[in-house]
């Protein structure tokens, strides 16, 4: 089994920490490179391993929620562009959208 040393164990109230998981509206306020730091620090431990399996768990939950919220990041930034390049295209037509 490997134990997670003080060098390698992520710092108190980060992702490492399972008690450092605040309500579900603290991951909502997140940007999308905060999530996906964060999300990276929660593997980082995950692989690390030595913590408990109920941990584990909650630290695994929590990256479930981490990842959703960068797949929800970046779904609105791929909208943003989409919106922009239908814009340009209907400029580029004279006002009628392209087909």
Do not use: F, K
Request: aromatic residues 2%; glycine residues 10%; negative net charge.
């Amino acid at each position: 089994m490997v134990r997670v040393t003080p060098e390698a164990a992520p710092p108190a109230g980060s992702a490492g920490d399972p008690s450092a998981d605040g309500p579900d509206n603290s991951i909502d306020q997140l940007g999308y490179e905060q999530a996906r730091d964060e999300l990276a620090d929660v593997v980082r431990a995950l692989e690390v391993g030595g913590l408990s399996l109920d941990d584990s768990l909650t630290l695994w939950e929590r990256g479930e929620r981490l990842a959703r919220r960068c797949e929800q990041q970046l779904a609105g930034a791929r909208d943003r562009v989409d919106a922009v390049l239908h814009a340009d295209a209907s400029d580029a037509n004279g006002g009628r959208p392209e087909h």
